[in-house]
């Protein structure tokens, strides 16, 4: 089953909006992380943050951890038409090594 | 760095026939890669971890037999569709993993007719 659940499960905003994706997981975690994938591509990895962090940045990427809720957050500031993706948390378990257990995504489309 | 590619990008086979994708870490050495297969507008579902010489770990409902992993180096899992049928036509991501990241291969789309 899966670990993550994100959501929403769809999300469509206009361009030069901001973009809050969410995701909760039921077990101990390593570590969050969250990926991009455009339309039948490969995943590509946007950002890694810790059991003992709380918020991460990335350019327009802002990502918080809550350990106590067993949630993490995705911000995109300033929307762009580029943006259009899918996006999946992942969480790497505490002796699990390094599987990571993908969430159901949330898909984005930032209109022009 | 941390280049993952994924060969083929994209196979059509007749039902019965097995199917072979690679998949190479091409700047850095992995001792562990990951399967995965998407169906559409799904998430990604873990199907084995690659561990470089020794036996694939298949995940609950996944059948060794049917989809056969080699991890033979340190740069290369190959995972084999054995007498594919159209319902495992899926979309097929592999991962090398480094440090606490997996990287992710750009994927092989498998349609079996």
């Known amino acids: 089953s899966q670990q993550g659940e994100e959501d929403p499960q769809a999300l469509s905003i206009q361009e030069g909006e901001n973009a809050t994706m969410n995701c909760s997981y039921k077990?101990?975690?390593?570590?969050l992380q969250w990926y991009r994938q455009n339309s039948g591509r490969g995943l590509v990895h946007l950002i890694l943050?810790?059991?003992?962090?709380r918020e991460k940045h990335s350019g327009r990427l802002r990502v918080t951890l809550d350990t106590s809720k067993k949630s993490s957050s995705l911000l995109i500031t300033a929307s762009r038409a580029a943006d259009t993706a899918s996006y999946f948390c992942a969480t790497g378990r505490t002796g699990a090594g390094n599987m990571l257990t993908f969430g159901g995504g949330t898909r984005l489309m930032v209109k022009p | 760095g941390a280049v993952v590619s994924q060969h083929p990008s994209w196979v059509i086979c007749k039902s019965g026939t097995s199917v072979k994708i690679e998949c190479r870490s091409l700047d850095f050495q992995a001792t562990t890669m990951f399967w995965y297969r998407q169906f559409p507008k799904q998430s990604l579902m873990l199907m084995a971890t690659s561990n470089e010489g020794s036996k694939a770990t298949y995940e609950q409902g996944v059948e060794k037999d049917k989809f056969l992993i080699n991890h033979a180096s340190l740069t290369l899992s190959t995972l084999t569709v054995t007498s594919a049928h159209p319902e495992d036509s899926s979309f097929y991501i592999c991962?090398?993993?480094?440090?606490?990241?997996?990287?992710f291969g750009p994927g092989t789309r498998l349609t079996v007719l």
């Open positions: 991962s090398a993993s480094m440090s606490d990241t997996q990287y």
């Open positions: 077990t101990s975690i390593n570590n």
């Open positions: 943050i810790r059991s003992n962090e």
